[in-house]
């Protein structure tokens, strides 16, 4: 359990509660009201438009943190001016975007949670952190925790998938990974649970577009991960963009004030996200930027990130008496606290030679490796095609990904960052020495939009392929093809087509990527399809005419390696999806958590939602195959009849059926039959990954409480539990048969 209230007294002893108040007490008795609000902004190290220099800022005590920025150097000279020259002399915090890694990359935060191995989130990020904290950095902006069941919105990629309950698991791993046994513990960050609240459920997937959600969603879907964070001792939050219910998540008091801190009592602190506080007038929520940093800070924003809004109107809002001392203070202590635990004062520098030490540590590519291993997802494997046997002849890989580096890496790089993935081509050609394996990338892929960070960013632009090279370059992929045996075809999305600005209204595969799968699946080889993406893809024709599919997600700096052991049968694949993968984007969303409704989808004469076909998942939540097979048997309830607030415990067995070691992970999932609301037709309330070799047979088992039976009602407006029945299935998906009843009696 992360304990936020740590810290350095200098060495690695932790700090007090009481210890750090009486520090943030004494300095906040000699700050003017200029260097308060000055700990409040959050300035770019780089500035992306006209004003003031960032050491011109820092010098004057304008900000109390860095971001966007990632040098060492860079870091101690504006650190330098901060603790010598600024009137507070309190040091910077910097922070930058550390999602899935620093410089040894790791798996999206979506496959992580496709491995349904908290600890495989838990080391990434630890090892993410120490890097980080290596090159200078205290803070990340991590982990997002914004559940996301529409697969059309391009930050899908940055989280954990749909489940609240999986997603919360994965919040308080990486939590602990980032920060390590307590805040300011060496070798650690403070984290960042964000975006609060409700951001992935975008209309239309749409990112940036308005969300609209009932409080039972909020509590019940979309507020676990968030409070998963908090319990496991996140240092801050940060308040997301969009209007929730018409109201900005960076100006909503029900959000930021009401749950965040009286309700759950949250202790840290609350960054915007990028210029958000200036964009509530942009938003027309904020009369002018007085307005805005009036309503942030009153909501429960404490530091306005980037848009410059609290250096210009705060102090003038407190001497206009709109806003009080107390107001600042309760603002700027958190922050200092922060400041404090992190042991900034005694050590406010950076080691400059460190990163390049930690960075290059075998071990960090081990984790990765291991990483990507346990977050790929077998989709398909008709006949066993997988896995290819290493004396494999005439073997071809071919497609846009199969050599990019950045399409391994994925999504969300730090600043600065050169991808140097082993790609899949590059891992295949390493397993495979002697082997001739020959490559084609076929046409390229490009956004027909471009990303908005292209303006940042200009070296990222490329010129488009021109018609008659893409042409030549099909060509040359089919020909490839056609002399070979084995194909390895690697399509999926470009590092841009998923993460932020990155929403799409299709989940086909991009540019004339289906063109060439069918076209080479009718040449009659063997073909494997290994998908690099970073949302679940509409692969329809792929399910239904390809025999082996890999979903390797953008699995880091390892994932040509991981991917070429799990081709090659050196490791057994043993991921399940986090996300449900729709048949194409326009049923999206869709998820597995869905209420009964009046007309039950399994109704066969009711057949479909759609007219056009089947509106059943392609792949449904929790889904993955192995190389070998497994049983779950014997489900047992310690009792069939408990009482409301009572536990009971839920055991099965699962045994390989099969003639290789594999992991497959249980699940369980609940349907309450009847209550104060219509509840969804199954929950997942628990799970466990488990490895067995052949013959092996484990029991596994879960707790159903009050925490897993209960819910925050729409009827009532309130927690409860309700007296009911209760379905119980344990399996390997979302489809799980084994099923046992349970009565809760009050
Ligand atoms: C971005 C993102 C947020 C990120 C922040 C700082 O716009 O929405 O996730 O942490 O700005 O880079």
């Not at 200078?136 to 997002?144: C, I, K, S, V």
């Not at 590092?495 to 799409?504: H, I, L, T, V």
């Given at each position: 359990m992360n304990d936020m209230r740590g810290g350095q007294r200098g060495g690695d002893a932790v700090l007090s509660e009481a210890e750090v108040a009486a520090r943030v007490d004494a300095l906040i008795s000699r700050m003017s009201l200029a260097e308060k609000v000055g700990q409040l902004c959050q300035i770019g190290g780089v500035s992306f438009a006209e004003g003031p220099k960032p050491e011109e800022i820092i010098r004057q005590g304008g900000a109390g943190s860095v971001l966007w920025l990632n040098d060492a150097k860079q870091f101690n000279a504006l650190q330098r001016i901060a603790v010598e020259e600024s009137p507070s002399r309190i040091p910077l915090l910097f922070a930058l975007d550390v999602i899935h890694g620093y410089r040894t990359i790791f798996p999206v935060p979506l496959a992580m949670a496709s491995s349904w191995d908290p600890s495989v989130a838990e080391r990434a990020q630890a090892v993410a952190a120490k890097e980080a904290r290596a090159a200078?950095?205290?803070?990340?902006?991590?982990?997002?925790l914004d559940i996301a069941r529409d697969a059309r919105w391009g930050r899908i990629v940055e989280g954990s998938g749909e489940d609240p309950y999986l997603g919360a698991a994965m919040a308080a791993a990486q939590v602990r990974g980032f920060q390590g046994p307590h805040l300011g513990a060496p070798d650690h960050v403070v984290a960042c649970a964000k975006h609060f609240a409700g951001y992935g459920a975008a209309d239309g997937g749409r990112d940036y577009d308005p969300v609209f959600l009932s409080e039972a969603q909020l509590r019940n879907v979309y507020f676990p991960p968030f409070r998963s964070a908090l319990e496991a001792g996140v240092g801050t939050f940060m308040s997301a963009y969009m209007d929730l219910n018409n109201v900005p998540a960076s100006g909503n008091a029900f959000l930021l004030r009401d749950t965040l801190r009286t309700e759950w009592g949250f202790q840290g602190f609350v960054v915007s996200d990028a210029f958000a506080v200036g964009s509530l007038v942009t938003q027309g929520f904020a009369r002018d930027g007085s307005d805005a940093a009036l309503r942030a800070l009153k909501a429960g924003v404490d530091m306005d990130m980037a848009s410059n809004t609290y250096a210009q109107h705060l102090a003038k809002l407190v001497r206009e008496d709109k806003l009080s001392i107390a107001d600042i203070d309760a603002a700027v202590r958190p922050i200092l606290a922060v400041k404090v635990r992190m042991g900034l004062f005694e050590h406010p520098y950076a080691d400059e030679a460190k990163l390049e030490k930690v960075a290059t540590l075998a071990e960090h590519r081990r984790e990765a490796r291991i990483a990507a291993h346990r977050s790929m997802v077998l989709l398909k494997n008709e006949g066993g095609v997988l896995p290819l046997p290493k004396t494999v002849k005439n073997l071809a890989v071919i497609g846009p990904l199969a050599d990019s580096k950045e399409a391994t890496e994925g999504s969300w790089m730090v600043f600065g960052h050169k991808p140097a993935a082993v790609t899949i081509l590059e891992g295949v050609r390493a397993k495979l020495p002697g082997v001739n394996v020959a490559y084609a990338p076929g046409p390229e892929i490009r956004r027909e939009v471009p990303s908005m960070f292209e303006d940042f960013f200009p070296e990222t632009k490329r010129p488009a392929q021109s018609p008659q090279d893409a042409e030549a370059a099909y060509n040359a992929a089919i020909a490839v093809a056609r002399a070979a045996d084995t194909v390895i075809m690697v399509l999926g999305e470009n590092?841009?087509?998923?993460?932020?600005?990155?929403?799409?209204d299709s989940l086909d595969l991009p540019g004339r990527q289906q063109e060439l799968l069918a076209e080479v699946v009718a040449l009659g080889k063997r073909v494997v399809l290994v998908l690099l993406n970073g949302r679940p893809l509409g692969i329809t024709w792929a399910a239904q005419h390809v025999p082996a599919i890999l979903e390797a997600w953008e699995p880091g700096t390892e994932g040509g390696n991981a991917v070429a052991d799990i081709l090659f049968g050196d490791v057994n694949p043993g991921g399940k999806l986090p996300v449900t993968f729709p048949r194409k984007a326009s049923h999206a969303p869709l998820y597995y958590a869905r209420t009964l409704t009046h007309q039950p989808e399994d109704n066969p004469r009711y057949r479909s939602r759609y007219w056009e076909g089947l509106t059943t998942p392609l792949y449904p939540f929790g889904f993955g195959l192995s190389y070998t097979t497994f049983t779950i048997e014997k489900l047992k309830l310690s009792s069939s009849k408990i009482q409301v607030g009572s536990s009971l415990s839920v055991t099965a067995q699962v045994t390989n059926t099969g003639k290789v070691s594999g992991d497959e992970v249980v699940q369980l999932y609940i349907h309450q039959r009847s209550g104060s609301d219509s509840r969804p037709l199954r929950e997942l309330k628990g799970f466990e990954r488990v490895s067995l070799n052949p013959g092996e047979t484990r029991t596994v088992a879960f707790t159903l409480g009050p925490d897993e039976l209960g819910y925050w009602s729409a009827s009532a407006g309130r927690w409860l539990q309700d007296p009911a029945a209760f379905d119980v299935w344990i399996g390997s998906d979302s489809r799980a048969a084994l099923h046992g009843e349970l009565d809760v009696v009050s």
């Open positions: 200078g950095l205290h803070w990340t902006f991590g982990p997002m590092a841009d087509m998923a993460g932020e600005a990155a929403s799409r």
